[in-house]
């Protein structure tokens, strides 16, 4: 714009006087002279045309600060779900404030008989209520109605460091991660029983087995979530077992997860486990089924498949050496069972076969969801 209105003005025989100044300074080898500003005096086309060639380079500057400004910060929220944890959640309220100071902290009161809404609300805390008992149903809720680019989970008895959550915060903001685990160091020594211990060594190394590696504390209920995690999470589960099923979608869908060593604390005085041994064991046994039934079917029935050959196979060779020595069939409920064994293996693979087919279809529908959103660095 600038070379264009220069040209008009020397067109016009506004610029005479500039281009016989440009070319006297150029025969002697000098660099022509800025002008001189009279106050008062009329303002000549040499003037403005310095003028106009002086303020450029600060004009094109400052167009292009407009034009680029700077990244917003994502936005974090503290997501706590709580079962009676008045004891305790007043700390971890004030605690995580103070490690992510511009974090949204959200209390999910889950059907607390004691003051725990009340409390985490004195604490400047935002609360939510979800009535169903349940931790998977209140993770469920807290997908479904908070909005943030990162969601950092933990539980409010207390156990979980806070002063680690901008660590976890940063694996997902900083290196793209969609799922940031804080794996319990020293957990037997600290808050658990040794059965505990026991038990999450074991379920996770059937963890392994069934869905593939990658994870060394799948009950870890401290952990940090892409926005494309979250809301691509169908969160079926209903109660503790709500830790796999985050995990196994992690698996499923191949995401990019870290999983970080972090202390792990002792509950705080007059605060109770909601852990049940036995009953919580068998109910994350049936969702190990469930699980690997809907997301890997070809394995779930091909088991049931080749379990159900192998008996038939069993109890028939007794009855085939029969046959062949005395051309009689001597045990023919035996040998029904062994039709019946056959013709259920045979419909379990075919079973798992379609539906191989159709868990990869959900997996592809899941992808394309989660592809929807932008990653977190972005």
Not at 214 to 220: A, K, L, Q
Request: charged fraction near 20%; include cysteine.
């Amino acid at each position: 714009m600038i070379e264009i209105e220069l040209a008009e003005w020397r067109e016009r025989g506004l610029g005479e006087n500039m281009s016989q100044i440009e070319s006297a300074a150029q025969a002697r080898g000098e660099a022509p002279a800025a002008p001189v500003f009279v106050p008062g005096a009329p303002l000549g086309s040499a003037t403005l045309t310095q003028s106009l060639r002086a303020a450029a380079p600060h004009m094109i500057e400052a167009l292009a600060r407009l034009e680029a400004p700077e990244p917003a910060r994502p936005r974090v929220a503290v997501v706590l779900p709580c079962h009676n944890e008045a004891a305790s959640i007043a700390r971890v309220v004030a605690e995580f404030r103070r490690a992510l100071p511009g974090a949204r902290i959200v209390v999910f009161d889950n059907a607390s008989t004691d003051a725990t809404g009340a409390i985490a609300l004195a604490a400047g805390a935002e609360v939510h209520r979800e009535p169903r008992p349940g931790k998977g149903n209140v993770v469920r809720r807290m997908f479904a109605d908070i909005e943030a680019d990162i969601y950092l989970m933990a539980d409010g008895d207390g156990t979980y460091d806070a002063a680690s959550a901008p660590l976890l915060v940063s694996f997902v903001a900083r290196d793209n991660v969609d799922m940031a685990i804080g794996a319990r160091a020293g957990i037997v020594m600290q808050a658990h029983r040794r059965g505990h211990a026991i038990g999450n060594r074991l379920f996770n190394r059937l963890y392994g087995a069934l869905f593939g590696a990658g994870f060394e504390d799948i009950f870890s209920g401290y952990r940090a979530f892409s926005r494309r995690f979250v809301k691509s999470f169908p969160a079926l589960s209903s109660g503790f077992e709500i830790e796999t099923e985050l995990s196994v979608h992690a698996s499923q869908l191949k995401l990019p997860t870290a999983e970080i060593a972090l202390p792990y604390g002792k509950r705080e005085e007059g605060s109770s486990s909601k852990l049940r041994t036995f009953r919580d064991g068998l109910r994350i046994l049936s969702t190990f089924a469930l699980l690997l039934k809907e997301t890997r079917p070809a394995l779930f029935f091909g088991s049931l498949a080749g379990a159900a050959a192998a008996l038939a196979v069993l109890l028939a060779i007794p009855i085939f050496a029969t046959f062949l020595e005395t051309g009689l069939v001597p045990r023919i409920p035996t040998v029904v069972l062994c039709t019946g064994l056959t013709l259920f293996a045979t419909l379990m693979l075919a079973c798992g076969l379609i539906l191989d087919s159709l868990a990869r279809s959900r997996v592809e529908q899941k992808r394309i969801l989660y592809l929807t959103m932008a990653a977190p660095r972005s």
